[in-house]
Nanobody, 127 residues
């Protein structure tokens, strides 16, 4: 059974930083697309970043480019998200997602149609 467990969510002041982590267990394949998504109150879930296991290609949302950095550790089966210069607009539930590698126009899917999801970790940024 595939499980994704997110951690690291917290309440911080604007301008602060957080690091989220997603731990994966039960996934037997070495080729995958994996990413972070978030859902703000009253809004649809949106992509933050997706990572291609083969190429290492990352695809960030414009709203987080230059502030957020994803890094995967294959040995530990984790995907971290370093978030800097946080703003209140970054508030939301952050989810980790995973599925077998597939590409659309050369990239991992940027929509939220991933097979495996974690339960989420809450990030709250106050002004």
């Amino acid at each position: 059974q595939v499980q994704l467990v997110e951690s690291g969510g917290d309440s911080v002041q604007a301008g602060g930083s957080l690091t989220l982590s997603c731990a994966v267990s039960g996934y037997k394949y070495t080729r995958y697309c994996m990413g972070w998504f978030r859902q703000a109150p009253g809004k649809e879930r949106e992509r933050i970043v997706v990572v291609d296991s083969d190429t290492g290609t990352t695809s960030y949302a414009d709203s987080v480019k230059g502030r957020f950095t994803a890094s995967k550790d294959n040995a530990k089966a984790t995907l971290a998200l370093q978030m800097n210069s946080l703003t209140p607009e970054d508030t939301g539930m952050y989810y980790c997602a995973l599925e077998a590698l597939r590409r659309i126009r050369g990239r991992c899917p940027e929509n939220d149609e991933y097979k495996y999801w974690g339960q989420g970790t809450q990030v709250t940024v106050s002004s």
